[in-house]
């Protein structure tokens, strides 16, 4: 009986020191698939106010569209405006040509060049 109880004892002690491993990470599903956040990483990335994640589950930044335009030939940037579900680029070309590019926030697709 006492064999029973000590057991028992030394088998929840166990089970209560083992628990908190079992929570120490972080699972996040995105476009990435899914990836496991140490706790360590996520105190760093808190404390440093790094944006990166947040950025990448709310899409592309505004800097990375002028970038996406830039690449499609826009070389002046006018005017940028955001929509819901995009980005539209608007300025001059290297002969001085208007050019409007439509950029898919959520991926950074070039949805179309005018």
Do not use: W
Request: aromatic share 2%; glycine share 8%.
């Amino acid at each position: 009986m006492l064999k029973k109880f000590i057991l028992i004892g030394a088998m929840s002690i166990c089970t209560l020191t083992a628990a908190p491993a079992s929570f120490a990470q972080t699972v996040e599903l995105g476009q990435d698939g899914i990836r496991i956040i140490e706790p360590d990483s996520m105190n760093r990335r808190d404390n440093r106010g790094d944006n990166r994640d947040r950025n990448r589950r709310d899409g592309i930044s505004e800097r990375q569209a002028v970038r996406i335009a830039r690449s499609e030939g826009v070389r002046t940037v006018d005017d940028i405006r955001r929509t819901r579900s995009r980005y539209v680029i608007q300025g001059l070309d290297r002969r001085g040509n208007d050019m409007e590019v439509s950029i898919d926030r959520r991926s950074g697709d070039v949805l179309s060049v005018n």
